[in-house]
């Protein structure tokens, strides 16, 4: 059974195609249960958001497109996603990659690529599409309570009852943490998974922005 079988009326249903039953089960394959459950809330808070702002589902966005993008927004924190660059990018790969085998559209799968690997991108990610903005507003909106307003109240409570929270931030920063302790490749400079690694491993040997102010210009 799907872990989408039986949603709170409050939440509300999903556009349930064959792609999309297809990336709730690859999602929930590859995930533990509380990076599934932040995947699956980013969704519907995704499209709580576009009601408040007046976006339908069909006519400013593909609702397929959206749901793809958010439930698989971190499978490059998986291993079906593992690759040697930052978690973004290779869940990007990996996403729009699940997307066009399930036969959506290169425009579709295109999105989902934008929106997967700058989810982690204040101030770029909403100004790519409607698809990347939902997505990182949701996402957003469910791992730092950004923008958390604009999400009704009913579907905040529902769906943190169907889908418990889990002590995501935490897990999600040692999964992290974990994955360019592994493949330090993973690591980029300045970036959201540098923040989080410096948190977490203050000795860590990459450049901090002091040293890479203080780096010659040219070689000598």
Do not use: C
């Not at 999309?20 to 958001?49: C, D, G, K």
């Not at 507003?137 to 169907?162: Q, T």
Request: no cysteine; net charge negative; hydrophobic share 45%.
């Amino acid at each position: 059974m799907s872990v989408l079988g039986n949603l709170p009326e409050e939440i509300g249903g999903w556009p349930r195609t064959a792609a999309t039953e297809a990336a709730v089960a690859f999602a929930a394959e590859h995930s533990p249960e509380w990076l599934l459950n932040h995947t699956v809330r980013s969704y519907f808070y995704a499209r709580s958001i576009a009601t408040a702002r007046n976006l339908a589902a069909g006519a400013d966005y593909d609702d397929e497109t959206l749901f793809l993008a958010t439930v698989l927004h971190d499978i490059g924190l998986t291993d079906a996603g593992q690759g040697p660059n930052r978690f973004e990018v290779d869940g990007a790969f990996r996403a729009a990659r699940f997307a066009r085998e399930h036969g959506l559209s290169d425009v579709a799968a295109d999105q989902i690529w934008d929106a997967v690997a700058l989810h982690t991108s204040p101030g770029i990610a909403p100004h790519k599409h409607v698809v990347g903005a939902l997505a990182h507003f949701g996402i957003g909106a469910d791992m730092f309570a950004f923008g958390i307003e604009e999400v009704d109240r009913a579907v905040l409570d529902a769906a943190h009852e169907a889908f418990p929270y889990l002590d995501l931030r935490n897990k999600i920063h040692a999964q992290l943490v974990h994955q360019i302790d592994e493949q330090p490749s993973k690591w980029a400079p300045v970036s959201f998974v540098d923040i989080v690694y410096r948190k977490h491993r203050p000795d860590n040997p990459f450049p901090g922005l002091d040293e890479l102010v203080a780096a010659p210009v040219r070689p000598d």
